[in-house]
């Protein structure tokens, strides 16, 4: 009677990262939502959940799905073209989401621009950044590592990365900050607006900055690799270059920030474990897997849209309605993880989907690694003795991620 009465509840009753229960505990709401089915109906996002990894990475691989927002029933509608912005130039004419075909050449032929060298080099560029940021520490008993650093360093990656001269970086900032807003589905259209607006002017200053690059050549950045690209291959032109550029803010400045966060955090609660994690680049790269499995920071995936009416592992979707796959809901789970309350850098990740899977695989993933190795190994060579200060309190209002209101760490040695 009681098992009835619990399966019968709605979904939102189960699961709700918008609640203070979900900040305190989301795993056993993991667990409920997964054991509702494979693909559950979400009244409060009016979205499909997708639960199941074999499922979650046949999409990946398949990609029956959308990955383009104006596919999604309630996105505004696409323009027309003659009243296309920049911004609707890059999203909608050049977009990396909306052709399956243009994407996979774009992927191919960026590939050399994200090479071992490539991210050599770019390591080499922000390194002196990261080293400024953690000096200008010193004598400090107490910080927030959040505000002194972890808020810092999207914008000094991806503007190195890509090779922004610093004369841009103030207008460039902006749009690090909003770029996500200008799709986001939760937020109003005013502020959605003055993020598409924030990326126009973004654009006009990419456009500015590969014609300096054009007329002088010469620097061994992310940008200077994308023009050789493009001399060789007819089909990549600036504009496959814009929406990159953009892509890599959009994909990659978030992530890195939550990510910066719940390293710091997952590490000083495992003091143990530190020297293992950061004994090299390779070491630290199977640390993070663990730490973002351990941290719960995700509430809602990756969104999908539905292509047409279709069937889809027994339910029946609309066109147009969103498909948000969960891969972290097994990260708690026994059947993939042995022991998985566990904290462990030296756990075995096969397959490691941390980055995603198939043709739409993390097109930064070395980059963000090397990045967070960088910023932790300087950090703990000038702090070792570096600690909590106190347990941070989470912050609910991101309406993808659980991050921190604060990241309070001491030092000890204080002037
Ligand atoms: C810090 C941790 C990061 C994690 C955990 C992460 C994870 C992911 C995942 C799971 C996907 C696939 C998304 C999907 O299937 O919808 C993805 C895609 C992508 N990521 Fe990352 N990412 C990170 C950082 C970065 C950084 C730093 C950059 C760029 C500098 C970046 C650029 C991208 C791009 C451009 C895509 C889209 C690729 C495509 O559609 O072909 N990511 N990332």
Known sequence: MQADAVTQAPVEAVFNPASPEYLADPFSQWRALSARGRLVWYEPWQAWIMTRMPDIMDCWRREYLSSDFYDWEFAPPRPPQDQWSNYERAMIGHSLLADHGHHRLVRRIVSPAFSRNVVDEIQRRIRPDVVQLIADLEGLDSFDYIERVANHIPFISISRMVGLPEKYWPDIKQVVLTFTESWNPTISDERREAARQDSNRAIEILQRVI????????????????????????????WDIITLILALIGAGADTTLVAQQWTLYALLKHPEQIETALSSPEAFANAFSEIM???PTSKMGFARYAPQDMELLGQQLRKGQMVLLMPHLKDRDPDYYPEPERFDVQ?????????????????????????LYLTMVELFKRFPDLRLDGEPEKDNSDHNAVVFKSLRVRTGKGA
């Open 347 to 371: 756990r075995t990740f096969d397959p490691d989907v941390l980055f995603g899977y198939g043709p739409r695989y993390c097109i930064g993933a070395a980059m963000a690694k090397r990045q």
């Open 293 to 295: 499995r351990w941290s």
């Open 211 to 238: 014609a300096e690059r054009r007329a002088n050549p010469g620097e061994d950045d992310f940008l200077s690799e994308l023009l050789k690209v493009e001399a060789e291959n007819e089909a990549f032109s600036d």
